[in-house]
């Protein structure tokens, strides 16, 4: 399955318990970002340039174990920055197991293959690992040979090993939809159990040239979604429609929130306008009608998993819908 069934029992339940509450604004994902500091200095990556006055702090597990205890988001996703790289990484991970939360702890792949020998594989953790391309465009795009090799092996390790793997793709202006779909039957012959695919966004602190346009991202994902072999997709199927064009989805920015070492950062993962101390003083303090497509500019050309994909899971559905969800999530196709 893609999503386990511990893990589906435990989203439905969230679903549940909040709308009991009355609060609309559910957060399904936190995105903990502990640190900035990476072995890599990826041109299209965002983060090391808007937090470079602190890309050698780090954030303490008590702290980490604070953001997660006030978004109650049944899944953490641990990225950064590189997240190997924090000195108490095995213990967050550990914590955060123990005390029931799902964790995706993203990499790039560099240290992973070590990494294997501090933690055990676990139920409720998976590795996300980070591939652009096959060897050569990954490596350009990462500005270091060799990257892909290292993260590949890594993959068969720790498969070796019983981790659950998963791999996230960004698509950008000029991707080749073949190349991916070849990235697609490797990850499928090293027993990767899904690949996540997201078009690339222009952070502001970059040069927009690269990064693609809608009617680019309908273009691109069309093409890679032809024959893909029996890929299994991390991403639902309401999704990849909406990447295609075929359907339209609502932008959901506080379902997947922010914590990082300058606070709760508003108004997503992708748009920085303030930092709250408080995850509550972030969901009640910022105005939500403010953003999305046709209102800030900013989010014009995105499409990025982070804000659309937990609405494909919690907006209406019929029984058509429903019955494509189960399936996609029983066999990974759509």
């Not at 709308?19 to 502990?34: A, T």
């Not at 959901?252 to 300058?262: A, C, D, E």
Request: net charge positive; hydrophobic share 35%.
């Amino acid at each position: 399955m893609i999503y386990s069934l511990g893990l589906s029992t435990a989203i439905v339940k969230h679903m549940y318990r909040n709308k009991k509450r009355g609060n609309s604004r559910c957060p399904f994902v936190l995105m903990l970002e502990p640190l900035f500091k990476c072995n890599l200095a990826c041109p299209g990556c965002g983060k090391i340039r808007e937090y470079k006055d602190i890309l050698n702090k780090v954030m303490g597990k008590d702290e980490c174990l604070d953001a997660v205890r006030q978004a109650e988001a049944p899944i953490v996703s641990i990225t950064g920055g590189e997240p190997l790289l924090h000195p108490e990484i095995t213990g967050i991970v550990s914590e955060l197991l123990g005390k029931g939360y799902f964790v995706y702890l993203c990499t790039n792949g560099m240290l992973l293959e070590d990494f294997l020998a501090d933690i055990r594989p676990h139920p409720r953790l998976s590795f996300v690992v980070h591939l652009d391309g096959m060897e050569k465009t990954h490596d350009l795009f990462v500005r270091k040979k060799d990257v892909f090799h290292i993260a590949v092996k890594a993959i068969k390790k720790a498969k070796k090993l019983g981790f659950s793997i998963r791999s996230n793709t960004t698509i950008f202006q000029d991707t080749d939809a073949e190349e991916i779909k070849s990235l697609f039957r490797l990850l499928k012959e090293t027993g990767t159990d899904g690949v996540m695919v997201s078009p690339a966004f222009s952070y502001e602190v970059l040069d927009s040239e690269g990064f693609p346009s809608q009617k680019e991202i309908h273009k691109v994902f069309s093409e890679i979604y032809k024959n893909i072999d029996g890929t299994r997709l991390y991403n639902t199927p309401a999704y990849w429609d909406f990447l295609q064009g075929k359907k339209q989805l609502k932008c959901i920015p506080w379902s997947t929130p922010t914590y990082n070492l300058k606070g709760w950062k508003s108004p997503c993962y992708l748009i920085t306008d303030k930092h709250y101390p408080s995850y509550m003083e972030m969901i009640k303090n910022t105005d939500w009608d403010r953003y999305g497509t046709g209102r800030d500019p900013r989010c014009d050309n995105c499409m990025a998993h982070c804000g659309y994909e937990a609405s494909s899971i919690q907006g209406k559905k019929n029984i058509k819908d429903i019955a494509r969800l189960l399936k996609w999530n029983i066999t990974g196709r759509s």
